[in-house]
């Protein structure tokens, strides 16, 4: 233990260099000359005098060594530690390296208390790790996805996701709490501009005020102090690595603005059956039309607004600023099977799982999903659209027009629905081309 006492040096073993726990005043004693526990030499954070130079003494086998240690109150104090370590590690005697413990002791002490080292940023986590263990890029695909995806996150241009965050602390061994800090030390900068041409595009959408400019519209839908919260609260996964993240934010913002627009009838909480009801709209006429009101019934606002160049999003489900949840779409692919399927999807999103801690889920659905959660709306939107039973009992080995047509009656859906699920399952996107209804969504709800 470290003996702090004037009265002479006690000897003690070197299992025993442990400090001796003490208790000091809540505040510094004026008649320190009087105090017990000065004269015993326990108040040493308090008094000083009593422990600027105090006697070390080690005992080690049959010899014993007596050395000096200061403790450490100033950056002077610190760097004279630091470079008497750096003389000390040179050293292989055993004296050498019993003063080198107890000054690396001292000067961690020091280190605590005047500087928060912050965590390393996920990134440089990653490449420690890699350094350590010889790893390259492509050892990473297996935990982190494509090899462009591995590049994006290490360049910093992408988030790890949960699911990386677990298979690279799992398999790697590098400690969660590194990998879920923030991107960067700096505090971010703001999104840059979208292109020209989504800036263009954006206009045509009457979301801007007189005379307002692109950072003052996002400022004024993602006020400074929110817009990092809101956005950190956005799921990106299943976008496409091309993806032009200000043209994004910049489309959801317009989302946002007329979606605010939409008077609501009082707030329900939105129930999954009610996929089973929107489903069964597709086998009318004019099902696409019916879609909004339907939704809205339901407490949920139906926005179509076409993507912005640089973006590459099929839907999304997101809140409003008052909190409704939102199901926006791009009608990007002009068919009716990709329309149903994807405000399905959507659905699922808004039933499940949007709540305060995810605000917005951006899906291009041209990607497999990516996560659980993907995986849940993919298989909600299918069996929403064609119940597993009907599915199992009508599909038959050489399906004709007849038989798609046959199983779009029973489950009471359009012939689309059932020739886009046949042309994804058995990869055959020749087949049933004509029944998929190309051209007639953005007809009905682009006029």
């Known amino acids: 233990m470290l003996d702090v006492r004037r009265r002479g040096p006690r000897v003690v073993s070197q299992s025993q260099l442990v400090e001796k726990p003490y208790h000091h005043h809540a505040r510094r004693c004026a008649r320190r000359h009087r105090c017990v526990q000065f004269r015993k030499g326990y108040c040493r954070d308090r008094h000083l005098p009593n422990r600027d130079k105090a006697d070390v003494s080690l005992h080690s086998g049959a010899a014993e060594v007596r050395m000096k240690i200061s403790p450490i109150h100033s950056d002077k104090a610190y760097k004279a530690a630091l470079a008497r370590a750096a003389d000390l590690v040179l050293k292989s005697d055993k004296a050498s390296l019993d003063e080198l413990e107890v000054l690396q002791a001292v000067v961690e002490r020091w280190e605590r208390s005047q500087h928060d080292l912050p965590l390393p940023t996920p990134v440089e986590a990653i490449r420690f790790r890699m350094a350590q263990t010889d790893l390259t890029p492509r050892d990473l695909e297996p935990y982190i996805g494509s090899r462009a995806r591995v590049s994006e996150v290490l360049s910093g241009r992408r988030d790890l996701s949960i699911d990386m965050i677990r298979a690279l602390a799992h398999h790697l061994g590098i400690p969660a709490a590194s990998l879920i800090a923030s991107p960067t030390r700096a505090e971010s900068p703001k999104a840059s501009k979208p292109s020209k041409a989504a800036l263009d595009k954006l206009k045509t959408f009457g979301v801007f005020k007189a005379r307002e ?106 809140c409003r600023t008052d909190g409704n949840p939102v199901i926006a779409m791009t009608l990007r692919h002009d068919r009716l099977d990709n329309f149903w399927f994807t405000l399905l999807h959507e659905f699922c999103h808004v039933a499940r799982h949007l709540n305060q801690n995810r605000r917005i889920i951006l899906d291009d659905l041209d990607i497999k999903g990516a996560d659980a959660i993907e995986d849940e709306a993919d298989r909600f939107a299918q069996d929403a659209l064609i119940p597993p039973n009907i599915w199992k009992k009508h599909l038959t080995e050489g399906m004709d027009t007849e038989g798609v047509l046959a199983l779009a009656q029973a489950a009471e859906v359009n012939p689309a629905v059932v020739a886009g699920r046949w042309q994804r399952e058995h990869q055959d996107y020749r087949r049933f081309s004509k029944l998929l209804g190309r051209g007639e969504v953005r007809a009905t709800l682009f006029p």
């Open 213 to 318: 400019t692109y950072e003052q519209f996002i400022d004024r839908v993602f006020p400074p102090v929110a817009a990092p919260a809101f956005l950190r609260k956005t799921r990106t996964e299943r976008t496409n690595a091309k993806t032009d993240l200000a043209a994004l934010q910049a489309w959801c913002a317009a989302v946002v603005v007329k979606a605010d627009a939409v008077a609501l009838p009082k707030r329900r909480e939105v129930q999954s059956e009610w996929g089973h009801e929107l489903a069964r709209l597709s086998q009318h006429a004019n099902g696409l039309s019916m879609v909004e009101p339907a939704l809205k019934s339901y407490g949920i606002v139906f926005i179509t607004m076409e993507h912005l160049p640089g973006t590459y999003v099929d839907g999304a489900a997101l």
